[in-house]
T-cell receptor, first 114, second 112 residues
């Protein structure tokens, strides 16, 4: 059982390029999330999905899009990367409401936009 | 919007001493309060959580207290060890919403 995985581990990207960060979980969790982590700012929610087929905006959604075609996958796309999107990106998942909102995090993707 | 404030941002203690990290939240509908530990270069991992129907929860050297009236909760680590050195995040969320709001984190240094 892998839990929750992310790819790539790290990436250096030229400004203006399109990039998709991948996230896959095998825990059959309903909810999935994308956060960015910047020094001194903690974890900020970008987008989330309550269940397959639905998504919602978090605290910092601008410049990012997501899709949730199935339960397992929740890719994050940067349509045209900018240097301010340099950050560490964490994907997370959680069970449904009955189990509370304990979130399980992926290993992270370190993205540098030049 | 909802907000979680966390203090202090940095905490340095001697091995064996206690460490206390405090958080306040703004959304009175919040009813679930997890704490995550993040070691350098690693992912955040849940260490303890508390729900609004209890005021305190303990797990070995770690305890969390909750005051719903004042809207604040705290993490207590006793008999600290060097391996407790990490960044700790508090968070708050509520039923009916999947969104969890995180504090900015506390970097804990335990000096041997």
């Amino acid at each position: 059982i892998a839990g929750i995985t992310q790819a790539p581990t790290s990436q250096i990207l030229a400004a203006g390029r399109r990039m998709t960060l991948r996230c896959t979980q095998d825990m059959r969790h309903n909810a999935m999330y994308w956060y960015r982590q910047d020094l001194g700012l903690g974890l900020r929610l970008i987008h989330y999905s309550n269940t397959a087929g639905t998504t919602g905006k978090g605290e910092v959604p601008d410049g990012y899009s997501v899709s949730r075609a199935n339960t397992d996958d929740f890719p994050l796309t940067l349509a045209s990367a900018v240097p301010s999107q340099t950050s560490v990106y964490f994907c997370a998942s959680s069970p449904g409401l009955a189990e509370g909102n304990t979130q399980y995090f992926g290993p992270g993707t370190r993205l540098t936009v030049l | 919007g909802e907000n979680v404030e966390q203090h202090p941002s940095t905490l340095s203690v001697q091995e064996g001493d206690s460490a206390v990290i405090k958080c306040t939240y703004s959304d009175s509908a919040s009813n679930y309060f997890p704490w995550y530990k993040q070691e350098l270069g690693k992912r955040p991992q849940l260490i303890i959580d508390i729900r609004s129907n209890v005021g305190e929860k303990k797990d070995q050297r770690i305890a969390v207290t909750l005051n719903k009236t004042a809207k604040h909760f705290s993490l207590h680590i006793t008999e600290t060890q060097p391996e407790d050195s990490a960044v700790y995040f508090c968070a708050a969320s509520g039923i009916g919403g999947f969104k969890t709001i995180f504090g900015a984190g506390t970097r804990l240094f335990v000096k041997a």
